[in-house]
């Protein structure tokens, strides 16, 4: 049975009566990166902030790296690391010192660590400069930075590539991997960038107005998604034949007595219509159908992609 990093049990936030995250129960197994998804006002960052202790629930408990009870998990906090909301960063110091104020904060004594992060966050050449004068991007990956300077088994980021141009989101996208590959470091992270969650992510934490409406994994995710040719004909014993002996498709679905889905050739349809056409069956409708993790997530919520 995989490790449990965190289990969260029935957590409920209020606020004057307003249920901002209402009996929540997840869990969080070692090894596997969680992309947490919600529209904006959904509880991602109220469960996030409750899960690094910067808040506390209404009601309901949870576990963090097997430990249960509020005094333990506040000894083990700094194996986990975090950015919530805005970076907390001193914009007067430089980013060296930035980093070396976290890591005595948290008690790792390896000096070395500092350096070893700017250079992984490519921000070395600057480690000097004074966060003031960073740009968004910079902090955004200083920000990251400080979170691993505790060389944590969780991390818990809350939109990490804001700020980011499309090459840094691409180079934040291949260091998570790896920090998640080489140290088997566990992931939850929310995203506004959903094509980039479906990149990264290896499971899938949907929340739609305060309650976890689905979880799953990126298998099922794929399952659900996965693009396929809609063949609606009245001939459909013929059609399924000349798949097989013309196309060889052997991956299809029958859905009724005049629909079939066939998972093949969904980036060149006209070879399947040429061949129905050639062998005169005639069809009602023929089209490549599928969703995007976007799609996906308004179809479960019912709602505009405003994530």
Known sequence: MENVILQTNNITKSYHGFKALDDISITLKAGHIYGFIGENGAGKTTLMRILTGLSLPTMGTYSLLGKTKLKEIQDIRRRVGSTIEDPALYPEFSAYRNLEIQRVLIGNPDRSVCDELLKLLELYDVRDKKVKKFSMGMKQRLSIALSLVGK???????EPVNGLDPKNISALRALL?????ERGITMLISSHILSELYLLATDFIIIHKGKVIEILSHEQLEAKCERYVRIHTDDLPKCITVMEKDL??????VIDDHTLHIYAFTEEPQRISQSLTQNNIVVSELSVCGQSLEEYFL???GGRCDV
């Open 299 to 301: 179809s479960v919520t």
């Open 152 to 158: 944590p088994e969780l991390l818990i980021l809350d």
């Open 177 to 181: 991997k790896k920090l998640n590959e």
């Open 248 to 253: 060889e498709i052997s991956g299809y679905k």
